[in-house]
């Protein structure tokens, strides 16, 4: 049988990305469920996202995150049930209904944030603070080049097909 001699680090830049892009998403989807939290997708963070500084309404989480307005609501629907979020009459307009974080939703958010604060943690440890911060300056730039720096600030990036 051949050794196999592929090594992360002969790997293209986009490769490598996404790879580790996915393992790192289910090490803090893992490290969310290990911490009481078992019940939520990655798909969900997506609206969660868009509630830590914003009370939007379903509509303008549809827009924002550019799925239908029924997926939004299905999305809402589910972390209402679980109890992440509600939906609380808008003070200008009682007809309107504001999504917002729940005690629940928000102890998910600080767990999400301490797996990642670990993870980031730990690699440092392992490369040292300036390569992290210069991986760091490196991928925000890729990121700039691919158009996300206005939807990071927004809290508005759209999720993949596959997040669901």
């Not at 790997?11 to 892009?21: E, F, H, N, Q, R």
């Not at 005690?103 to 797996?115: F, K, L, N, P, T």
């Not at 730039?141 to 508005?156: F, T, V």
């Amino acid at each position: 049988m051949a050794e196999n001699s592929l090594r992360a680090a002969d790997l293209d830049l986009a490769t490598l990305v996404l790879l580790v892009g996915e393992a790192t998403r289910t090490r803090i989807t893992d490290a969310v469920h290990a911490a009481g939290f078992g019940d939520v997708r990655p798909a969900h963070g997506y609206v969660v996202q868009r509630l830590i500084e914003d009370r939007p309404t379903i509509t303008g989480i549809a827009r924002d995150l550019g799925i239908t307005q029924q997926g939004a609501s299905k999305l809402v629907v589910e972390l209402e049930a679980l109890g992440y979020v509600s939906r609380e009459p808008d003070p200008g307009d009682s007809r309107t209904r504001r999504v917002v974080l729940t005690r629940r939703g928000w102890d998910c958010v600080e767990a999400a944030r301490a797996a990642r604060a670990d993870l980031e943690r730990n690699l440092a440890e392992r490369v040292g603070a300036r390569r992290l911060a210069t991986t760091r300056a490196v991928l925000a730039d890729l990121a700039d080049q691919l158009g996300l720096s206005g939807p990071i600030g927004r809290r508005a990036v759209r999720p993949t097909e596959d997040s669901a």
